[in-house]
């Protein structure tokens, strides 16, 4: 009989570096332990993957590093229920297992020649991690690009280094935003949507991505909306509970979608084609 | 000489053809286990075999347990640096054993067609499932006698349906004519049990033509109409009684939904697969705490929607459901999904 790929084995990789972004998320560095799988493991900006502690389980993840840059993949995870909290406990040289990579991922193709507005929020960085590197690696594919991030307090602000790097570049604007006023935040102080509204984008020749939780996304949308993107210009990522990760197991159906093969990335022309089971 | 694929199994042989075919094959039969249970167990001498009632549940976990091993894993210690755990993974061998459901209904192989067309048909595909599927011969006995539950000829199958088996028998005077469909059906009729049909044939041509189920719903158009009620009060109400028992799940033959967990023991455990069901409130519960189906409406409008609209829409109009009627029968409320659907189309 021929052997059909098992797509429930994980690869055994280690974790070779963890970053404490917030007092809640950590980000794990991870490379497979087999060489040549790590040389080839090939991805697209914004595919998951699914992070195995053994014994506890497994759950579902971005891939955070971009596909053009390849010596480990990042994930970075917010201890949220047993899973996660066992992954928080993992420390450089523990063993984790990977398996991925799953779903599908960004048209980053389609936004070619586009200005590109990415919106996130707390953890929903991830996902706009991933494309923002794999656009700046491929600058002069895109317009102007523009990041708008905001948390509930600074300390909730993932990627904090990189946030100082971005700031600085010029070939890319950031905008960062908390939910209110603290000592020494010299930024910009609201929610998302409402620091939205003020920076009033033109919709033109631009695509908005946007990743947070569902209350700043639901908001996000009716801004957008507002300011005259249309629903093709938007895009996001759908969170559902996972088992299988690749449309059999049957859990994360939204209608006739599973969100883990058919998604997680949506245009919002394609989230309306949903029934309303959010 | 080619064995011809048309035979005559007298009834009374049926113990001893099990028997012999239990030497080369896991044998499993519907089994008599109380006075109003009869299920689908592994064949052993003396036990009573019933052929002609349906099964109280499908012949699913034969192909789908209710619980396997996926993997297994160990997490070991390294002497030299006890900081250093190495972790080993196995994959569950995938390698069944030849496996004969004998008297299965078409309704069981219409099942398995249902899950293969999700398991089998890729991109990914369960090899767990795949390959005990591939060593498994159906035999089927077509329905002379449906129960008034019995719905499959509206849901295109039918009492006399071959899809899906390989080899079927007609209910005749003292036995069965012996059809078979595959090569794997084919093969079985190489045993002795099976002798030349002659003028049966045309005695088993008049059975089957006088097998009648009419199809009892006009399911035309229902995929989108349920989509049209997705946000309407009409799941509220029809699951009103609904009390979220997942009995009509478990014994449904095209329900598949699995959840994975983790079994540890020390250092080692497994990585194992068992039935879930879309009825649970569990089911879709995020760590967050967020649920996107919280109330039984929305869980029984997903198990009433996968069946009737989304797995038709997505696998060429093939539709969820065989029409067993065990969700009907074994529900604790009576809730009866022929009459939802006949509603579905007058609502509004
Ligand atoms: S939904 Fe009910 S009638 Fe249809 S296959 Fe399942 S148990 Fe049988
Ligand atoms: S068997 Fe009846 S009561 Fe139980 S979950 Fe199904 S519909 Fe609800
Ligand atoms: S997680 Fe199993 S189908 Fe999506």
């Known amino acids: ?55 506890v389980g497994e759950a579902t993840f971005v891939i955070n590093s971009p596909p053009t840059r390849t010596e480990h993949l990042q994930f970075s995870v917010m201890r949220a229920g047993e899973v996660t909290a066992r992954i928080h406990q993992l420390k450089e040289g523990d063993p984790i297992g990977v398996r991925g990579p799953l779903g599908n991922w960004f048209p980053y193709e389609e936004m070619k020649g586009k200005d590109i507005l990415f919106i996130g929020g707390g ?15 491929n600058r002069s594919d895109y317009g102007k690009i523009t990041l708008l991030y905001g948390a509930r307090t600074p300390d909730d602000l993932c990627y904090k280094e990189e946030l100082q790097q971005w700031g600085q570049r010029d070939d890319m604007e950031l905008i960062l935003t908390v939910d209110r006023e603290f000592p020494g935040w010299e930024k910009k102080v609201g929610l998302v949507p409402n620091v939205l509204r003020e920076l009033a984008p033109s919709p033109k020749d631009k695509v908005a991505i946007t990743c947070g939780p569902p209350i ?23 969170e559902r509970r996972m088992k299988c990760g690749v449309g059999l197991c049957g859990r994360c159906n939204i209608g006739t979608k599973y969100v883990c093969a058919d998604g997680p990335v949506f245009t919002l022309a394609q989230l309306k084609e949903l029934p309303p089971e959010l | 000489m080619v064995t011809p694929e048309v ?6 042989k049926i113990p001893t053809l099990l028997k012999r075919l239990g030497e080369r094959y896991r044998v499993f ?59 080993q993974v196995e994959e569950a061998p995938q390698s069944a054993p030849r496996t004969i459901i004998f008297g299965a209904r078409p309704c069981d192989a219409r099942g398995f067609r249902v899950f293969d067309s999700v398991f089998t048909a890729g991109p990914y595909e369960d090899p767990y499932y795949s390959s005990r599927r591939q060593q498994t011969t159906i035999v089927t006995i077509f329905c002379t006698q449906p ?38 059906g084919k093969e079985l009729l190489q045993d002795e049990a099976f002798v030349s049909a ?30 049209e009620l997705f946000s309407t009060d009409f799941w509220e109400r029809v699951s009103a009684k609904c009390i979220s028992c997942g009995a009509c799940t478990y014994l449904c033959p095209t329900c598949y ?42 869980r029984y409008r997903n198990r009433v929607g996968h069946k009737f609209s989304y797995h038709p829409i997505n696998y060429e109009g093939m539709i969820g459901c065989c029409g067993c009627g065990r969700c009907i029968k074994s529900c604790p409320v009576s809730l009866d999904i022929r009459q939802v659907l006949r509603e579905a189309k007058a609502y509004g």
């Open chain 1, 1 to 55: 009989m021929a052997s059909i790929p098992n797509p429930y084995l994980p690869q055994i990789g280690t974790v070779v570096k963890v970053i404490q972004e917030t007092s809640n998320i950590k980000s794990l560095q991870v490379v497979l332990n087999d060489q040549e799988r790590m040389n080839s493991f090939r991805f697209e900006p914004g595919q998951v993957a699914q992070l195995s502690v053994f014994g």
């Open chain 1, 123 to 137: 953890i929903g960085m991830a996902p706009l991690r991933t494309l923002l590197l794999f656009m700046l690696d």
């Open chain 1, 216 to 238: 700043m996304i639901r908001f996000t949308l009716q801004a957008l909306a507002e300011l005259g993107f249309g629903d093709e210009q938007v895009v996001t990522t759908l």
């Open chain 2, 7 to 12: 035979r005559f199994l007298a009834a009374e």
């Open chain 2, 29 to 87: 039969a519907p089994v008599k286990v109380s006075e109003t249970t009869v299920l689908f167990q592994e064949y052993r001498e003396g036990v009573q075999i019933v052929l002609d009632r349906q099964t109280t549940a499908p012949a699913k976990e034969i192909i789908f347990p209710q619980t396997e091993r996926l993997l297994s894993y160990t997490y070991r210690k390294d002497p030299e640096d006890p900081q250093k755990i190495e972790l």
């Open chain 2, 147 to 184: 129960q008034n539950t019995c719905f499959c000829t509206s849901v295109g199958t039918g009492p006399t349906d071959t899809e899906g088996s390989d080899l079927v028998l007609t209910p005749i005077t003292e036995g069965y004519l012996a059809e078979a469909i595959t090569e794997k």
């Open chain 2, 198 to 227: 002659q003028e049966r044939v045309e005695e088993a041509q008049r059975a089957k033509e006088g097998i009648k189920l009419e199809s009892e719903l006009d399911l035309e158009g229902i995929p989108q109409r349920l989509m």
């Open chain 2, 257 to 298: 939904c699995f959840n994975i967990t983790d079994e540890a023991a020390g250092l080692e455990g497994e990585r194992v697969r068992t039935w879930d069901s879309c009825m649970f409130y569990q089911y879709t519960l995020e760590a967050s705490g967020h649920n996107p189906r919280p109330t039984k409406a929305e």
